[in-house]
């Protein structure tokens, strides 16, 4: 799909101080994976430009956000679980 | 007693601002007046066009518009909050007044309580 | 009735799922509790229906479902009286099982 070093896998919402520390450890070539309140970061537009950000379906959809889920690419189950599996590193914050 | 029960919890992630609701709803249940004050990530139980059911859970935005038939006297919303989360008004569900999350406003109440 | 077919229940005699209700799964549930349905529950029914298709809840307490009932359809008919009348038991309780909804949240 990508070539991805770093996947960071943020489930945590813009409020909580481990989504800073994510966005603080990203490096260029890393990707960003948005699941559960981590889709929330797509509301607030504080996206991280150097990176790629993939967004899980079904946690966009549940919370009103697929108008403005174009900032990311928008992935489903298997998806998400190709992208884990592709890089070379994963994270889960 | 009025009482402001506060949700500064996301929706879905975890159960608290679902029990907070409860809390709410009981309240009302014995016609103690109590309002919902959303604030932080919380204000993103207001937006319009959730669909939880691929999530399997029910969707929160149905849930809150119960309140007012229960007899909850007011949903409110911190401005800056909203604001950061890119939440205009027209994009926030009916009957939602937007206030400031200030100490005037929490002296309304004669007590507050947090979710979670 | 087209079919005889139960769908599946909890151990408290509530649908697992509420799409699979039917006018002839509600009367059947009814029967249970020697109940004869008659307009004026269907009434409430389909008031609880509705309500949950538009709030994906049932009413969570006894008191909440009157408050709703009242709401919906006056004071007459929206207070606990009459819907004892209509569901002994628990109304609440009574009237979402025959009505194919969860089981109230607060009701002991």
């Known amino acids: 799909m990508t070539d991805i070093q770093t996947l960071h896998i943020l489930n945590k ?10 966005m603080e450890m990203m490096a260029a070539g890393d990707g960003l994976l948005l699941t559960g309140s981590g889709v929330l970061l797509l509301a607030t537009g504080q996206l991280p430009d150097a990176s790629k950000v993939f967004a899980l379906a079904p946690d966009v959809d549940a919370r009103g956000l697929g108008h403005i889920a174009g900032n990311a690419i928008s992935v489903d189950f298997t998806e998400m679980v190709t992208l884990t599996l592709e890089a070379q590193k994963v994270i889960s914050w | 007693m009025s009482t402001l029960i506060m949700i500064d919890q996301p929706p879905y992630g975890a ?8 809390m709410a709803f009981s309240l009302a249940a014995f016609d103690q007046p109590a309002s919902l004050l959303f604030t932080g990530a919380g204000v993103n139980w207001l937006r319009q066009s959730q669909d939880a059911g691929g999530i ?9 518009s119960a309140a007012p038939i229960f007899g909850i006297e007011a949903i409110l919303a911190d401005r800056a909050s909203c604001k950061s989360y890119g939440l205009e008004e027209s ?8 206030v400031n999350n200030d100490a005037a406003l929490l002296s309304e109440y004669d007590h507050t309580a947090f979710a979670g | 009735m087209v079919s005889n077919v139960m769908p599946e229940r909890n151990n ?7 799409q699979e209700w039917t006018e002839g799964v509600a009367a059947a549930i009814a029967a249970e509790d ?10 409430i029914i389909r008031f609880l229906r509705s309500f949950y298709k538009e709030h994906e809840m049932s009413p969570p307490s006894n008191r909440l479902f009157v408050k709703a009932v009242k709401e919906a359809l006056g004071e007459e008919k929206g207070n606990s009286i009459y819907l004892m009348q209509l569901f002994p038991g628990t109304p609440a309780k009574t009237a979402c099982r025959i009505a194919g909804l969860p089981r109230p949240t607060n009701c002991l």
Request: with cysteine; aromatic share 6%; glycine share 8%.
């Open chain 1, 13 to 22: 919402s813009p409020e909580h101080p481990r989504a800073n520390r994510c």
């Open chain 3, 34 to 43: 020697e109940v004869d349905l008659s307009e004026k529950h269907w009434e």
């Open chain 2, 15 to 22: 159960w608290t601002g679902r029990e907070a609701l409860d």
């Open chain 2, 56 to 64: 399997g859970q029910k969707t929160v935005e149905k849930n809150l």
């Open chain 2, 91 to 98: 994009s926030l569900i009916d009957g939602v007044t937007l």
């Open chain 3, 12 to 18: 408290e005699g509530f649908l697992e799922d509420a």
